[in-house]
């Protein structure tokens, strides 16, 4: 199956940039050169990770970089998008992590080297567990010392990156990790999670200042989390439930980046769940961003169920699902992109992460058949093109993900590398999905060398 290159469609084009992603925790290994993150912490501690792993060894990436970048090479890719392990650069007693640094730099450089241009995330989960001693992002200073890792990575760089993210999906920080517990570090409560966004965007909006004044040419922005909320039925109750559902999890974390302001639900929330706003914070959060990343994996129904908390309803009966039981729903991407840019005016958007989990096996003689996943990539690669027809601005599609990796709390039981990752050989082997990527790449820049 072949996937995309159309002639004719945005992604063959010259200036659309395609690439593939990752993440330091969920990939790289080599946790004794490091501090102990959050994620070290969380895996500790029984009953957290499905499949009671850890991220300690993960895909070894740290000392597998130098071939991992040949495979990223010869899929003919544009752009890798990786992050930096914060706990792999500032030490508990605040002093940087010179070899920590050089990791990155020696990566960046084969990066540019080898014509791919780095996207560069600066958190993507991973808080240093120090910081989380003292309260994590539940501490307004937590924003403050983001600020300062920034500023040690930015100014080491240098002029390497091409594209900087300050945070990937504040949601799971905020509510994944300290309102429902079900990631690093695990804080339930409804008081904790619009306090600990808060902290998460104005680290977001400190941080691009920093950018604005030590990287002024390299674009940088921010990545988000989308899920469009659809009403189970035509009731009035539904309806309303979907726009509440929307509220509290897509418009509260966009709209004070772009407006300045948190939804007007903040009225209605009990006073205790209101973030601890100071005066200028929404000036800091809403500093100009030069691109707006979205991720994408699925939709969701609700349905009212009385209280503040919408039901979100699994896939209806007969739907095509993923192995994380996520309804396959391309439609859902255009709507939410179409959606984005009817209610605000924004900045050109990447899509920084689209994939699916499947339950990949490898054949006898070492072949990988994830149809699925070319069809996926497939489907929603012409939700793009169909939201681009509609007049959105898209500069860009990442897959997620490069190779098979730890999984968060789900562990290594989801696959969602298009790279089929053997754990116990390290052994990475491109699944048909990645070789009809490459093809797509290969033929897509011949027709580019022919002008
Ligand atoms: C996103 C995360 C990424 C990965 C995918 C499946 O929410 O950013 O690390 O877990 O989901």
Redesign the pocket.
């Given at each position: 199956m072949d996937i995309i290159a159309k002639l004719g469609s945005p992604f063959s084009k010259p200036d659309f940039t395609i690439g593939v992603a990752t993440?330091s925790f969920?990939i790289e290994g080599d946790a004794e050169h490091r501090e102990k993150s959050i994620w070290d912490t969380f895996c500790e501690t029984p009953g957290k990770i499905a499949d009671h792993s850890h991220g300690l060894v993960a895909c070894e990436h740290v000392k597998h970089w130098e071939s991992d970048i040949d495979i990223i090479d010869a899929l003919n890719v544009d752009a890798y998008r990786f992050s930096v392990s914060w706990p792999r650069v500032i030490r508990q007693d605040g002093s940087v992590n010179d070899d920590g640094l050089a990791f990155y730099i020696g990566l960046l450089d084969r990066l540019i080297e080898k014509g791919i241009r780095p996207y560069v995330t600066l958190y993507?989960w991973d808080l240093p567990q120090y910081l989380e001693d003292e309260g994590g992002w539940l501490n307004r200073q937590t924003a403050y010392a983001f600020e300062k890792y920034a500023e040690v990575v930015v100014k080491a760089f240098g002029n390497r990156v091409y594209s900087y993210a300050t945070l990937?999906?504040p949601f799971?920080s905020a509510y994944l990790g300290y309102e429902v517990g079900i990631h690093a570090p695990g804080m339930v409560g409804k008081e904790f999670g619009k306090k600990a966004i808060h902290h998460l965007l104005l680290a977001h909006g400190l941080a691009m200042r920093v950018l604005r004044e030590h990287a002024p040419t390299i674009e940088s922005g921010i990545v988000l989390?989308f899920t469009p909320f659809y009403p189970a039925s035509n009731e009035e109750k539904d309806v309303i439930a979907t726009k509440l559902a929307h509220d509290h999890h897509n418009d509260w974390y966009i709209k004070p980046l772009i407006h300045g302001e948190y939804p007007e639900l903040i009225k209605h929330i009990p006073n205790a769940h209101k973030p601890d706003v100071h005066p200028g914070d929404m000036e800091v959060i809403s500093e100009s961003i030069d691109f707006l990343g979205v991720?994408y994996?699925t939709r969701a129904r609700v349905q009212d169920n009385g209280s503040e908390d919408p039901h979100q309803m699994p896939p209806a009966e007969g739907k095509e699902t993923t192995a994380m039981g996520w309804e396959v729903f391309p439609q859902g991407l255009t709507d939410l992109l179409v959606q984005l840019h009817r209610d605000y005016t924004l900045p050109p958007i990447i899509i920084t992460?689209n994939?699916l989990?499947s339950d990949d096996e490898m054949t006898p003689d070492g072949q990988v058949k994830d149809l699925q996943r070319q069809r996926y990539l497939n489907s929603h690669m012409n939700a793009v093109a169909d939201a681009m027809a509609q007049g959105v601005n898209i500069t860009g599609y990442f897959v997620?993900?490069l190779m098979d990796n730890f999984?968060?709390a789900l562990g290594y039981e989801k696959r969602?590398g298009i790279l089929y990752v053997d754990y116990d050989s390290q052994v990475r082997t491109l699944k048909d999905s990645a070789k009809s990527l490459q093809a797509m790449l290969v033929k897509r820049k011949a027709l580019h060398n022919q002008g």
């Open positions: 993440s969920q993507h990937n999906e799971c989390n991720n994996y992460e994939g989990a997620w993900s999984e968060w969602f």
